[in-house]
């Protein structure tokens, strides 16, 4: 018997988690493949919740969060981290994922110990490196070094070979969170959290907003929330549903302009199933994160996003999501013509979501087994 290929993913935050989730599944199953899961933990509770909603149990944890953390110090924990670690185990390949400082981190730790790195989610790009931050450099730099490229949509694939980096190592899969949703949603899906079955998602005009980013911090995410709640003081049929992110900072605005509303439902950050469920209930949806301008589109969902850019723009050139920025004013005009034009609503909730058929993760697995049979 051929000795199996040894590939170990890394991973530490719940974005990470949950478009990784359906590829572990699927290297799991395979025969050739001889399967490690190391974390590294970068948000140690929102990453659990994931690994125990899908029965995921690492091979090794590196634990590495600890409390007002630099990008500094995850890095280098990180990096000595992984050097013992793989130093025990020699993967043939790491699998990494999009653009977070694990993702960096776990990608130098191999370039510097002679092993194969294969990057899920590569080829986004912002063309700002300072926005968004650090992400930008983490994916671009990670996409440097990388052996092979797991890119979701041709404009990915675009970008890469702008970057000069060969078509041999760049395989179009389609997005694994896309993989992800589809085993998730169920339309008779009730929550543990009681006031959320108490909503009216069938006469109410649900607004989903979740808003975490560091560039966001401040005055911008200030006027986020004022033109939110403008938003349900104006409409009578609007409720806006706020799952607070864990930051402290962003808890400190949004009670100073949200609290005390019975329309506006402050909550606690939910895990992976409960959140893909409210987004299915939900009427619209105002993000300032990435991973949502993918997951939503694919459930029929508008989606407004409160960034000046985006590193997926194929969504927005589909029509499934448009920029509205940072401004107040700019916020409230274009979510309340949504609210209140059925026209533009339908369209946009009809628009094809560009992101794949939910079978990425095979074709990640089938390429990988392909890489080392050559």
């Known amino acids: 018997m051929k000795e199996k290929i040894k590939i170990m993913t890394i991973f530490g935050t719940r974005p990470e988690a949950i478009k990784m989730v359906p590829v572990v599944n699927v290297l799991r199953k395979d025969p050739m493949i001889e399967l490690i899961v190391c974390v590294s933990a970068q948000h140690r509770e929102m990453l659990d919740q994931v690994l125990k909603r899908f029965g995921i149990i690492p091979d090794y944890d590196l634990d590495i969060m600890e409390e007002n953390q630099t990008l500094s110090k995850i890095t280098s924990k990180i990096l000595l981290g992984l050097e013992e670690v793989f130093k025990v185990e020699r993967p043939n390949m790491i699998l990494v994922h999009g653009d977070t400082t694990t993702t960096l981190s776990a990608t130098l730790a191999a370039f510097y110990n002679g092993i194969d790195i294969g990057h899920v989610e590569a080829g986004l790009r912002s063309g700002d490196l300072y926005s968004p931050y650090p992400e930008e450099a983490n994916r671009a730099l990670t996409g440097r070094i990388a052996n092979i490229h797991f890119s979701p949509t041709d404009g990915n694939v675009s970008n890469l070979i702008k ?92 009670r100073k302009y949200l609290e005390n509303n019975k329309k506006i439902h402050l909550i606690e950050p939910l895990d992976y199933e409960p959140f893909a469920n409210l987004m299915n209930k939900s009427y619209l949806i105002l993000t300032d994160s990435g991973g949502i ?3 939503a589109p694919a459930l029929g969902k508008p989606v407004l996003v409160l960034r000046t850019e985006t590193e997926r723009p194929e969504a927005v050139e589909a029509g499934t999501v448009k920029m509205v920025g940072i401004d107040e004013n700019v916020i ?43």
Do not use: C, W
């Open 163 to 254: 970057e000069n980096i060969s078509k041999e190592k760049i395989i179009k899969t389609g997005n694994t969170v896309i993989d992800a949703l589809v085993n998730v949603i169920k339309d008779d899906y009730v929550f543990s959290d009681e006031s959320l079955n108490k909503i009216d998602y069938e006469n109410k005009k649900v607004i989903l907003l979740t808003a975490h980013r560091r560039e966001n911090l401040g005055e911008p995410m200030e006027n986020i929330f004022k033109a939110v709640k403008r938003l349900v003081l104006e409409n009578d049929d609007v409720e806006l549903i706020f799952p607070m992110h864990l930051n402290p900072k962003v808890r400190m605005i949004a």
């Open 293 to 295: 301008q993918e997951e």
């Open 332 to 374: 409230y005009r274009e979510a309340n013509e949504l609210i209140n034009d059925n026209e533009q609503y339908k369209r946009m909730s009809n628009a094809i979501n560009p992101y794949g058929d939910g079978k990425a993760s095979l074709r990640i697995v089938e390429a990988i087994k392909t890489y080392y049979s050559n």
